[in-house]
C-alpha cells in the first residue's frame, strides 16, 4: 500500500486498490458469498491520507460482528480459518494478477500466474470438504465427549460454565494423504478431540 502511494499518488492509489478488491471478489466467487458480505467499510478516518482511509477501497469482504452479542470462540475461530483458506484459494487463482478471461475463475484446477502443484489444488479442495463441515466436527464431540483425548485437560472443570463442552476437533488423517476418492469421514474413526494446546503441538509437529 506504502509503495503504491509512492508511485501513484493517493487518488489513484486508492483506485488500484478497488480494483484488485474486484479482481479478488471475482477469484472467489461464489465461495466468499456463503459467509462474507462485500459491504463497504467505514473505519472513520481523520484524513483521506491516512493508512485508515487506504483499508476502506481495498476492503474484499468480512463479516461484523456485533460489539453487545460477540459469537463463541469456536465461531471465531471457524470464520478465521475460512478466510484464512480463502486468502490462500484467491493466491492460487492468480491474486491481485489482471483476470484471464479465457480461464474459468471457478475452476480451481486450471493453471493460473502461479505455478501451484496440482497436489497442493487438491489438498486445498478437500480442506474446504472436510474442514469446513461443523457438523461432522460437532458430531465428533458428541461421540468422543470433552475431555482431551491427548492430555485429558477438561475445560469445564477448569472454567465452569465458561468452559462447557468445549473442545476442539481434531482430523486424524492429514488432508495431504487422503485417498483422491475419498471426501466422506467418519466422526467416529476419523476425528479426536483435543484441547488448544495440544492441538496446536499436533499441528507443529506436522
Do not use: W
Not at 483422491?180 to 483435543?194: C, G, H, I, M, Q
Amino acid at each position: 500500500m506504502t509503495a503504491l502511494r509512492k508511485e501513484f499518488g493517493n487518488p489513484q492509489a486508492k483506485e488500484i486498490l478497488r480494483n484488485r478488491a474486484k479482481i479478488l471478489r471475482s477469484r472467489l466467487s461464489p465461495e466468499y458469498q456463503q459467509l462474507f458480505s462485500e459491504a463497504p467499510i467505514d473505519l472513520q478516518s481523520d484524513s483521506a491520507s491516512s493508512r485508515l482511509a487506504f483499508y476502506e477501497p481495498g476492503h474484499v469482504f468480512g463479516v461484523r460482528y456485533e460489539n453487545h452479542n460477540l459469537p463463541d470462540e469456536e465461531k471465531l475461530r471457524n470464520d478465521l480459518s475460512v478466510m484464512l483458506e480463502l486468502y490462500r484459494l484467491a493466491t492460487m487463482r492468480g491474486g491481485v494478477n489482471e483476470l484471464n478471461i479465457d480461464t474459468p475463475i471457478g475452476d480451481p484446477l486450471q493453471p493460473t500466474d502461479i505455478d501451484t502443484p496440482l497436489e497442493e489444488k487438491r489438498n486445498i479442495r478437500y480442506h474446504r470438504v472436510i474442514e469446513r463441515n461443523r457438523r461432522l466436527a460437532n458430531r465428533a464431540k458428541d461421540i468422543h465427549g470433552y475431555t482431551c483425548q491427548v492430555c485429558a485437560f477438561d475445560f469445564f472443570k477448569r472454567y465452569g460454565e465458561l468452559g462447557r463442552e468445549y473442545i476442539e476437533a481434531h482430523h486424524k488423517i492429514p488432508i495431504s494423504i487422503l485417498p483422491e476418492n475419498r471426501t466422506k469421514l467418519s466422526p467416529r474413526d476419523d476425528f479426536a478431540v483435543v484441547c488448544s494446546n495440544c492441538h496446536r503441538m499436533i499441528h507443529r509437529k506436522g
